[in-house]
Structures are given as C-alpha cells and as structure tokens.
C-alpha cells in the first residue's frame, strides 16, 4: 500500500471512556485506522482526505471532562496487517454471531464471520455496527431482497446472507471499502451479494425487502428519500450512525416519506433504528 497518512497520536486522561469515544468520533470524520496505545490512540487518516480542520468538529476535544493532546505527521508507509493483529480483538454478539479477524482461531457460534478490515470501518467494534448486527440477528432475513448501503467491510451483508437474505446489493462510496467488501465476501463464502462503488445514484431503478444504512446522520438525511423509493411495500429500513439527540429529526423525515418507526437501540450515545413502510 502505498497512500500516505497522516498520523495522529493522541494522549488522554482519563484513558477510558475518552479513547473510546475519541475513537468513534474521529471515525466519522473519517479517519480509517487506530491503534490504541498505553496513553491513548494514533488515529490515521489518508492525507487526500486530510484538511487542516479535520479535529474542527471533535466534541470530546472541548469538553471539560477529558485533557487530550495531540502531535501529527506525516507517514509513508504501513503495515496494515501488523496494526490490526495487535489491535482487532474478536468480538461477540449476544452469543449468536462473532467477527473475527483470519488471524484469530476459529470459535464455534452459529454464525462465525471473518473480516480483514484493513482501512474499511466495520469490524463490529464500532456501537453503530454492532447494534446493526443485533438487529440483523433479531429479526427475519430468509428469501429477502436487501440493500447495505454504506458497507465498509461488508460485515452487515454478510450476516444478512447468513441469515437467509437472497440477494444483496452492498454499495460505498469509498474505494478501499469497495474492494476490501469483496475480499470478505469471498473469504466469508458468501456468493448472493454483488458489491457497487459509488452512492444513492446508482439505486434509479432498484427494490428491496429491506435496506441497511449505516452511515450518518447528513448522508442518511438527504438520501432517504431514494431509500423510500427502492422499499417494496411492507419493507424495512434500519438506519444508523448518528447520536441519540439526533433521532427526532431522523424519525421525522422518515414520518414525513410515510415510514412508521417500529424501535430503536442505544449504545454510548449512537443510535440504531428500524422502521417499516
Ligand atoms: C459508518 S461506516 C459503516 C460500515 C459498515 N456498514 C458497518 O456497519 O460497520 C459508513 C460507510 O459508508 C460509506 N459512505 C459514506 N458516504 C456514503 C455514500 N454517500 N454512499 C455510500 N456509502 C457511503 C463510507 O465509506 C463508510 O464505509
């Protein structure tokens, strides 16, 4: 890999809870990698995607309740494998489902999926994936159409089709993302999903049973409307990536395209909800 980053290594106090929400807040602002250290985390970020304003809208920077501090620069080049295999524990969800990465040894649950996250956001440690993947656990996925907008690593579609969905389109944006879903999907054998690179635009002319985005709270907002068009009728949307006091304003422009909102999950602040056509 030969894109550069820019590093940052981050010291906070206290440690915990500040590295964790440190980490999910600078994930949405689109840093791709983090290593935690002793003190705190070295966040990564491509320098393409780098401005000098990248930390402007980091909450936890200003709150009083943390001191963080931080030195950046420039890096050439990193081992991506060495980074994850000192860092990505494997997780486990309600006793049902575990991501690991290839490098962990194999544990016995009903659905065991492997994932080599590299760059791509989705390892199921984030709250946003996590509480996605309890949704997709809890409830009916068999013969379903479905749509995981957003897919990062394709972790949502891959447990969709574990669970019985059909057909799955897994679409992003972001080109790592792209290639990195369909490495995973084929180390996962899953072979109903098709993985797109690019956005909104390329659902013109498509329909789902059900469609999974986990994204944020602006790109769910103005892409909602679409999502509305490719439900069939009686069809599910779940949405995540935004904050709890975000909520209202997602459960009212669903309301205003005719959704009703059925539950919603909550952890360390960030959301996930379901709603129905
Ligand atoms: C929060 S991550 C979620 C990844 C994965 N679905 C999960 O649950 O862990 C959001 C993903 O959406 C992608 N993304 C951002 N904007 C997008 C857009 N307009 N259309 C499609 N994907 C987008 C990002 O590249 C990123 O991989």
């Known amino acids: ?154 972790v949502l579609a891959i447990l969709a089709e574990m669970r019985g969905a059909s057909k799955l389109d897994a679409i992003d944006i972001d080109e790592w993302c792209f290639e990195n879903s369909l490495e995973n999907i084929e180390r996962n054998n899953c072979e109903n999903i098709s993985v797109f690179l690019g956005d909104a635009k390329l659902l013109s002319d498509k329909k789902y049973d059900v469609i999974i985005a986990n994204i944020n709270r602006n790109i769910l907002l103005s892409d909602m409307d679409t999502y509305r068009k490719c439900l069939e009728k009686g069809g599910i949307l779940y949405l995540s990536g935004f904050y709890n006091e975000d909520l209202p304003i997602i459960k009212e422009a669903c309301n205003n395209l005719g959704f009703t909102f059925v539950e919603n999950k909550e952890k360390n602040k960030w959301v996930a909800a379901k709603f129905k056509i």
């Open 1 to 154: 890999m030969s894109q550069i980053y820019i590093g940052y290594d981050f010291k906070v106090n206290p440690l915990q809870p500040g590295t964790e929400i440190l980490i999910a807040e600078l994930g949405y602002a689109g840093f791709e990698s983090f290593v935690e250290t002793e003190e705190g985390v070295t966040a990564y970020i491509q320098k393409d995607d780098w401005n000098e304003h990248i930390l402007k809208d980091i909450n936890i920077l200003d709150s009083d309740e943390f001191k963080i501090e931080y030195t950046f620069s420039e890096i050439e080049q990193i081992n991506w494998n060495s980074e994850w295999e000192k860092n990505f524990d494997p997780i486990e969800v309600d006793g049902k489902c575990t991501v690991r990465a290839p490098f962990h040894p194999d544990k016995n649950f009903e659905y065991e999926i492997v994932i080599e996250p590299k760059m791509s956001f989705g390892t199921g440690h984030h709250e946003t994936t996590f509480m996605m993947l309890q949704f997709i656990l809890e409830n009916n996925f068999k013969g379903k159409s479905v749509l995981d907008m957003g897919c990062g690593t394709a």
